[in-house]
């Protein structure tokens, strides 16, 4: 007797694949579809798939075009105009597949922080970051212990293993150390590092500093690398405290809302005005005390989440 090949050959034709993406099978293709070999695999796709940006397709726009084209096309004895669902579907499928081969080649890997978050790692050469709150790394995991470079968004403390070469990337300048340890700032367009250990080299468009332990920069509206000196064996954000010298209300605000998961509405605030000072991680209330205190900024809670600032 045969084996019964029904249920396999109705998923395969109509371009079944991309009628499921589309959401259009019927309930009983549905059900065969989810109890048969192939479902796990492209389960496993989409989840994959959830990973990465995809696409948009204006769908509505499409069928318009199509059906203008439609009306001008003239078609010979042996063509015909194509049907625009077809075409939804097929791009639906070519859209999985692709990325289910991007799933499978490339071997990149990121680590984020949410809001009010840190995160430790230990990289495939046995180096070790922290990231302070909302903040990514993205390396290569396969050429990682070979090439070492990595790409960092937002804050993280590095402890490096000796060996060759290491080097991380932002969008405001380059580090490039040995085997050391140091701390890089990158948001917006502020770069600002900090060397505890070893020798740190770092370069930007404009120039290339080479710092030692205790030694820093930080970059000028202008995007020259001024240094600077600090003190302590680890950033302070470490120990649950967040430091500051001479920065901006506004960026004393972002600093704040990363940490306590907040936001901050400053209304006719100047967020120009410079603050040098700390603030603690663990009181809300003793944090926002300590930062706005001395400006003559009062604050109210409107809820747990959300504050408002005006000046006294």
Known sequence: MKPDNSNKNNMDKDNFLGRWLAGDISD??????????DYLAYKDILRNAEKFERPVFDVEKGLKDQKEFNKTYKATSKSKVIKPRFWLY???????????LRTVFFTTTEVYTEMA????????????VTLNADSSIEYDKRSFADNRIIHLKGEAFFDVEKGSSFTVKT??????????????????????VHCFEGKVQVSNAK????????KAIKSNPE????????????????SGKSTFNQVTLLQLI????????IRITANDIDLNRLFSGFFVHNDLDKALKTCFDPMNISY???NPKEISLRNK
Request: proline share 3%.
């Open 223 to 238: 995007g020259a690398l001024d240094l600077k000196e600090i003190k302590g064996s680890k950033p302070s954000w470490m």
């Open 207 to 214: 120039e290339t500093i080479v710092l030692t332990p205790g």
């Open 171 to 192: 969008k405001n300048g380059d580090v490039t150390v040995l085997g050391t340890e140091f701390n890089v700032y990158a948001r917006n367009e502020h770069i600002e």
């Open 300 to 302: 109210i809670l409107n």
């Open 90 to 100: 097929t791009a639906a499928a070519v859209i999985v597949i692709l990325i289910g």
């Open 117 to 128: 978050e840190t995160k430790t790692l230990t990289l495939p050469e046995n180096s070790v």
């Open 254 to 261: 972002q600093e704040l809302e990363r940490q306590y998961d």
């Open 28 to 37: 009983e293709e549905k059900k065969e579809f989810e109890n048969s070999s």
